[in-house]
């Protein structure tokens, strides 16, 4: 009966153990994404680039962004990132890697699109729109030399930063008006993302 019941305590002891760790992982793989998603809302590459190791996929965001948003749009994105809100919706812990998802919060684009054409500047624009839309982001996360680190970056752009761009903020200006371009929304891989974009700007 002893021999059973220690038995039981080590299993018991094991299983808390596991818990343990497991928790960790998930508290680790909430601040790297927070981080890694503020860097992503200022727009800090380098700062991207730490939580994840990733430079080529990086370097293609930056590349596109810089050349393909137009003035308009980057102004907007920046001012609306300024009043973003971050939240941890889930977490997934798996044997070998941890999916975290985050609910990011912003102003309704649309609205703010509106109060620009307008004719408010995008700071103003920002400021008198009250109501919000979430994007919900989904990161992953596997542990490289005990560092737990974003494994799917490109997710960021095309879920978030690309289906924000294209649904609300592909505005040209010509003349002083703002037009609306057509862009697919559906999911695609980041390169043929990147493509599309250049496609449809140009």
């Not at 999916?99 to 509106?114: A, L, M, Q």
């Not at 490289?144 to 799917?152: P, T």
Request: hydrophobic share 35%.
């Amino acid at each position: 009966m002893k021999f059973k019941n220690l038995i039981c305590v080590l299993l018991l002891s094991t299983m808390c153990v596991g818990l343990t760790g497991c928790s960790k992982d998930a508290r680790e793989c909430k601040k790297t994404g927070l981080a890694f998603i503020e860097a992503g809302l200022d727009f800090d590459y380098e700062g991207m680039e730490e939580y994840c190791r990733d430079d080529e996929v990086i370097d293609e965001m930056r590349r596109t962004a810089d050349s393909q948003f137009s003035s308009i749009a980057q102004r907007t994105m920046d001012e609306l990132f300024e009043h973003s809100d971050v939240r941890v919706d889930s977490v997934d812990v798996g044997e070998s890697k941890v999916s975290v998802t985050y609910i990011i919060t912003i102003p309704n684009p649309e609205d703010v699109v509106h109060e620009i054409g307008e004719g408010s500047d995008v700071d103003e624009a920002v400021e008198a729109v009250s109501d919000t839309a979430e994007y919900e982001i989904e990161l992953e996360f596997v542990n490289k030399h005990d560092e737990w680190l974003v494994s799917n970056p490109h997710d960021f752009f095309s879920d978030f930063i690309f289906e924000l761009y294209s649904d609300s903020l592909t505005i040209i200006p010509h003349g002083g008006s703002i037009d609306i371009v057509d862009f697919p929304s559906e999911a695609v891989e980041t390169e043929q993302v990147f493509e599309t974009v250049r496609e449809t700007v140009q």
